[in-house]
């Protein structure tokens, strides 16, 4: 059974980091693209992040590149997204999922709130 467990949520200031965690099992981990998809509150679906599987390449949405960065532990099972500099619109529940573009599991997501 696929499971996905985002961690490391909280609450930061304006210009803060923080690193979020998601924790895999259930599948073959280190074969999977993974993406971090948000959802802003009252807002629709953005995708921020994804890697791909074996080299590791990674994309992001405008609105994050420069600041967030996405890395996996395939020995671990564990995806992350260590976001620096970070904004009040950047508020939102993220969400850690498998694919680059199709995403088929979902973990329950972690809220990341950014305000002062």
């Known amino acids: 059974e696929v499971q996905l467990v985002e961690s490391g949520g909280g609450l930061v200031q304006p210009g803060g980091s923080l690193r979020l965690s998601c924790a895999a099992s259930?599948?073959?981990?280190?074969?999977?693209?993974m993406s971090w998809v948000r959802q802003a509150p009252g807002k629709g679906l953005e995708w921020v992040a994804y890697i791909r599987s074996g080299g590791g390449s990674t994309y992001y949405a405008d609105s994050v590149k420069g600041r967030f960065t996405i890395s996996r532990d395939d020995a671990k099972n564990t995806l992350y997204l260590q976001m620096h500099s970070l904004k009040p619109e950047d508020t939102a529940l993220y969400y850690c999922?498998?694919?680059?573009?199709?995403?088929?599991?979902w973990g329950e997501g972690t809220l990341v709130t950014v305000s002062s």
């Open positions: 999922t498998t694919g680059g573009v199709i995403y088929r599991h």
């Open positions: 259930g599948f073959a981990f280190s074969s999977y693209y």
